[in-house]
Each structure stands twice: as structure tokens, then as C-alpha cells.
């Protein structure tokens, strides 16, 4: 266990479903991000939080709703998402938004949305 | 922003050889470049970096190095076993006030026994 942990690991959820994604930390990192990666394709930025403010939102569709109540927390809430958004969401944590240490990643969660 | 590159998208290779993988970066500014191994199923993990203030840096059958001039850097890894069978990220992080890492396509890596 690498101290980010995702849940849940696996999701299936209908178009007019409400879910969440939650992740993690005890690492005492003060950065947390939520990425999406699709199959043969780069890992894609989603949001930034710094000390529980986002930084970063990189035109993603408002379907996808993040919440950061505190440092070790982050959440990702998802509606009416579309086929598309099928993919493996990974939460990622840094010490702060200068990633001179690389990222740890949480194990993913699998979305499927039918 | 940032625009990573990497090559191959998949490459294969007989126990025992070598492999490389590599990628271009697009601004000159970039100081940081990790490199994450994904196995199947499992979270990307970092397993070497290098920082634009050095050329190379190995860790036993792991190497990067980095050509600032060219904007370009490759991993190495040598006497590769199955184990080393997975999907390699390469990644970049700029100097700007937007610094996160933006991640090549990966590199599906294949060691025949």
C-alpha cells in the first residue's frame, strides 16, 4: 500500500446515476489530483487542489464535480455521465504543487458507465 | 503548456536484451522528468527521474538521460526480465506557475522469455 487509497475499485453506473469517487492520503501531502486514463491515451489532468483549494480545472465537463474537505480527502462526484467517461480515474498525491518527487498514485477506480 | 511525445507505443524484446523508450518535451523550461511503470491492473508507480541539471542517472538495470539541447529523453533498461513487462509513462513538468507533470501515451513493454 503506498498511503493513496481509492475507492471504489470498480463502478458501473447508469447515465442517470449520481456517484462518488473518494481518495485517500496519509502521506501528509499537501497536493492532490484527479486524473482519467483511457485506453492508448495520456493520462489527462482533471484538477489540482493545494491545501484543499483547486487550482487547476482543465475544461472538464461539469458532469464531473470535485470536493477537497481537507488535505487527505478528495472527492469526485459524477451525474448523468455519458459512455465516453468510461475509463480508470486515478487520484494522484504530491508533497506540494512542485512535484519535484513525483506523484504517488492511488490504485484506480474502474468506471464503466452503461 | 506542455506537449510530451513517446515512442514506441509498443515495443517488444527477448529476454536479456535491451530496451529503450523516448520522449521529446516542448517547453525549454521543463526541469523535472519522471518515469512510471504501470503493471496490469495495478497503479503507475515512479521508478527513476532526472532533473535538467544532470545529463544521466542510473539505478541498477534502469537508466534516463536527458538532452536539453534536444529537448529529448529516453529510458533504458538493460538485461530485461518478464517482470519489467508493462506500460512505461514518460513525463515532464514545466517551471511555469502551472507545474504538473503532463504524461506521454506510454510505451506497452514486452519481454519474450
Redesign the interface.
Known amino acids: 500500500e503506498?498511503g493513496?487509497t481509492q475507492t471504489p475499485r470498480h463502478l458501473v453506473m447508469g447515465m442517470t446515476n449520481k456517484k462518488s469517487l473518494k481518495c485517500e492520503q496519509h502521506l501528509g501531502h499537501n497536493a492532490m489530483?484527479w486524473y482519467k486514463q483511457s485506453a492508448?491515451?495520456?493520462?489527462e489532468?482533471m484538477f489540482?487542489y493545494s491545501l484543499e483549494e483547486r487550482v487547476?480545472n482543465n475544461s472538464v465537463p461539469s458532469r464531473f464535480s470535485p470536493e477537497c474537505p481537507n488535505s487527505s480527502h478528495l472527492f469526485l462526484h459524477l451525474h448523468t455521465l455519458q459512455p465516453e467517461d468510461s475509463a480508470l480515474y486515478?487520484c494522484a498525491s504530491s508533497q506540494d504543487?512542485?512535484?519535484?518527487?513525483?506523484?504517488?498514485?492511488?490504485?484506480?477506480t474502474r468506471l464503466t458507465v452503461v | 503548456g506542455e506537449n510530451?511525445e513517446q515512442h514506441p507505443?509498443t515495443l517488444s524484446v527477448q529476454e536479456g536484451d535491451s530496451a529503450v523508450i523516448k520522449c521529446t518535451y516542448s517547453d525549454s523550461a521543463s526541469n523535472?522528468f519522471?518515469w512510471?511503470k504501470q503493471e496490469l491492473g495495478?497503479?503507475?508507480?515512479?521508478i527513476i527521474?532526472i532533473?535538467s541539471n544532470v545529463g544521466e542517472k542510473k539505478d541498477q538495470r534502469i537508466a534516463v538521460t536527458l538532452n536539453k539541447t534536444a529537448k529529448h529523453f529516453s529510458l533504458h533498461i538493460t538485461e530485461t526480465q518478464p517482470e519489467d513487462s508493462a506500460v512505461y509513462?514518460c513525463a515532464a513538468?514545466s517551471s511555469g506557475s502551472?507545474?504538473?507533470?503532463?504524461?506521454?501515451?506510454?510505451t506497452q513493454l514486452t519481454v519474450l522469455p
Open positions: 503506498t493513496v489530483y492508448k491515451k495520456p493520462l489532468l489540482v487547476e486515478l504543487l512542485t512535484p519535484n518527487y513525483g506523484y504517488t498514485f492511488g490504485s484506480g | 510530451v507505443s523535472y519522471p512510471y495495478k497503479r503507475p508507480q515512479l527521474d532533473r509513462f513538468v502551472a507545474r504538473q507533470l503532463t504524461f506521454g501515451s506510454g
